[in-house]
C-alpha cells in the first residue's frame, strides 16, 4: 500500500489513538463502576482506534515541512478528535443519534476545555463516560499533539512548530535543546500536579472518583465536573482551598512552573506578567467583595468572591453558586475576567494576560508620543523590549478576538437569545470559560441556546483554542494543499 506525505493526516491519527486509549481507560472505570456505558465506550475505542492507526500508518512525514503546515495540523487533529470524541456519548444513548450535534458539542467543549455542557440530568449518566468527560478536558489542556512530539518520535516533523501552535497562549518556550524533551517536561509537570491536586481533594473528603476528575479539571482549567451543581455539590470551605490554588496554578505559564522548580521560586519574581496576572484576580476579588456587600454574609462573601475571581480569571468555569443573582456590577467585573482569561502558556483560555500588558503598554506609549511627538518610547514588559512588529501583531489579534465577539454576540441575538446571555456567551465561547451571564449561568446548561446557536458557539469555541491567527494559517496550508493535489493530479494525467 502506497503511503501519503501529509503531515496533518499523521498528526489527526496520533491524537485519535490517544483519544482511543482515553476511551479504553473509562471503560474500564466503568466496569469497575458497574453502572453501564463499558460496551458504549469499548465501542467507540475500537472505532477510534481503527481510524487512528488507519491514518498514523497509512501516511508518512511531509518532506517539506513549514508553520503553516504545523498550524493546519494541529487544527485538523483537534477536529478529527472532536468527532471521534462524540462517539461515547451516541454509543451509551446518553446523546440521541438525532441529536448528534449534542455529543459533538459536548465533545468540543470537552476537548478545548470549555465547560460549557447540554447536559442536565448527571445522575442518570454512568460514572464510565463522566470520566471520560473529565479525561477529554485533560488531554485538551496541555494538548494532544504536545503529547504526541513527547511519546510519538516517529512524527519526526517541526516539533516546536508543533508545541507552539497546540500550546495556549502567543508563545512556546523551548525547555529544553530537543523538541521531544520539552514536550515531556511539559506532560510530566502537567501529570505531577494533577496528582497532587487529586491527592490533596481526596485528603479533604472527595471520593477518589470525584477526586481524579475534579483533578483532571481543575489542572486543564476545563470546569467540567461529575456533579450537577459542580463545586457547590460539596459545600466544603477545605475542597474550594484545593481547588482554588489548582486553578491559580493552572492559569499561570507552565514554562515558569518549570524554572521555579529547576531555580527556585525566585523565578516567579522576575515575570511580570504573573504579576499582572495576580494582581488582576485580587483586584477582581476586592471590587466582588465590596459590590457584593450587603447582599451577601460576610464569610460567604469572601468566600464566594475569592472562588469567582479564581474560577473566572483562569477561565476554568467552575461554581460555588449562582452568580446570576449578584449585582450588575458584579456581572460586569466577572465578564472582565472571561474576557482576559490566564497567562500564556497555561491552560486557560481567553485573550491572555500578556496581551492586555501589551496593549496597555502600547496605549501609554502612543499617549506619550501625542505630547511628544520626537520622543523614542520603546515597549517594555519587564526587562523585555517588544519590538514594534510584535505590538502591532498583539493590537490586531486583540482587535479581531473582540470583533468576532461582537459578531458571534450579534449572530446568537438574532437567533432569538437574548442580548445578556448572547453577548455572554460569546465571551464565554471564545475564551473557553463555560458559563455565561443571563440564562446561561452556572447552574443551567447550554440548551437555553438554539440548535443554529450551539453550531456558532462550537466555531467560537474551536477559534478560542486554537488561536485565531493559528486558524487562518490553517485555512491558508489546506487550501495550499489542495492545489497541490491538484497540480500533481494534472500532471500525472498529461502526456
Known amino acids: 500500500m502506497r503511503r501519503v506525505a501529509i503531515t496533518p493526516v499523521r498528526v489527526a491519527g496520533a491524537g485519535l489513538l490517544a483519544v482511543a486509549l482515553a476511551m479504553t481507560l473509562s471503560a474500564v472505570v466503568a466496569l469497575i463502576d458497574g453502572g453501564g456505558a463499558a460496551a458504549g465506550l469499548t465501542m467507540a475505542a475500537l472505532v477510534t482506534a481503527s481510524v487512528g492507526c488507519a491514518l498514523f500508518f497509512g501516511s508518512q512525514v511531509s518532506p517539506t515541512t513549514d508553520s503553516a503546515l504545523a498550524f493546519a495540523s494541529v487544527a485538523w487533529s483537534w477536529l478529527a478528535v472532536a468527532l471521534a470524541g462524540a462517539l461515547p456519548f451516541l454509543f451509551t444513548g446518553v446523546v440521541p443519534w438525532a441529536h448528534f450535534d449534542d455529543a459533538i458539542f459536548e465533545s468540543v467543549s470537552g476537548f478545548t476545555c470549555t465547560g460549557s455542557t447540554i447536559l442536565s440530568d448527571f445522575d442518570s449518566v454512568p460514572q464510565g463516560l463522566l470520566f471520560y468527560r473529565s479525561m477529554t478536558q485533560w488531554l485538551g489542556g496541555m494538548g494532544l499533539v504536545v503529547l504526541a512530539v513527547a511519546v510519538l518520535p516517529a512524527l519526526g516533523i517541526g516539533g ?274 463555560g458559563p455565561a451571564l443571563g440564562e446561561a449561568g452556572p447552574t443551567s446548561n447550554f440548551l437555553v441556546f438554539p440548535r443554529a446557536g450551539r453550531l456558532v458557539l462550537m466555531v467560537m469555541m474551536a477559534l478560542g483554542r486554537l488561536e485565531l491567527f493559528p486558524a487562518m494559517l490553517m485555512l491558508v496550508a489546506s487550501l495550499r494543499g489542495l492545489n497541490r493535489m491538484h497540480r500533481q493530479r494534472e500532471d500525472t494525467k498529461s502526456p
Open 160 to 433: 516546536l512548530d508543533l508545541i507552539a501552535s497546540e500550546a495556549p497562549g502567543p508563545t512556546a518556550d523551548r525547555l529544553s535543546l530537543r523538541v521531544r524533551d520539552t514536550a515531556r517536561r511539559l506532560w510530566l509537570l502537567y501529570g505531577a500536579v494533577t496528582c497532587i491536586v487529586a491527592m490533596l481533594l481526596l485528603a479533604v473528603g472527595m471520593s477518589v472518583f470525584d477526586a481524579v476528575t475534579h483533578a483532571f479539571t481543575t489542572i486543564a482549567t476545563g470546569g467540567y465536573s461529575p456533579r450537577a451543581e459542580s463545586i457547590a455539590h460539596f459545600d466544603s470551605v477545605a475542597i474550594e482551598l484545593v481547588i482554588i490554588a489548582g486553578m491559580l496554578y493552572a492559569g499561570a505559564n507552565f514554562s515558569i512552573h518549570w524554572h521555579a522548580l529547576r531555580q527556585g521560586i525566585g523565578a516567579y519574581g522576575r515575570v511580570s506578567e504573573i504579576r499582572w496576572y495576580l494582581s488582576l484576580i485580587a483586584g477582581a476579588f476586592m471590587l466582588l467583595l465590596w459590590v457584593n456587600h450587603g447582599e451577601l454574609e460576610w464569610f460567604r462573601n469572601i468566600r464566594e468572591s475569592l472562588f469567582y475571581a479564581v474560577s473566572l480569571g483562569s477561565n476554568t468555569g467552575f461554581g460555588s453558586s449562582n452568580y446570576v443573582l449578584w449585582m450588575p456590577a458584579a456581572h460586569l467585573t466577572l465578564l472582565i475576567l472571561m474576557l482576559v482569561g490566564g497567562m500564556s502558556g497555561s491552560t486557560a483560555g481567553g485573550m491572555k494576560v500578556l496581551r492586555l500588558q501589551v496593549v496597555f503598554r502600547y496605549s501609554f506609549r502612543e499617549l506619550m508620543r501625542a505630547r511628544h511627538p520626537n520622543a523614542v518610547i520603546p515597549i517594555r514588559l519587564g526587562r523585555t523590549t517588544i519590538e514594534e512588529q510584535v505590538a502591532s501583531k498583539v493590537v490586531g489579534f486583540v482587535l479581531l478576538y473582540l470583533g468576532l465577539i461582537v459578531a458571534g454576540g450579534v449572530v446568537l441575538s438574532g437567533l432569538g437569545v437574548d442580548p445578556v446571555t448572547a453577548f455572554s456567551g460569546s465571551v464565554s465561547a471564545l475564551g473557553n470559560v
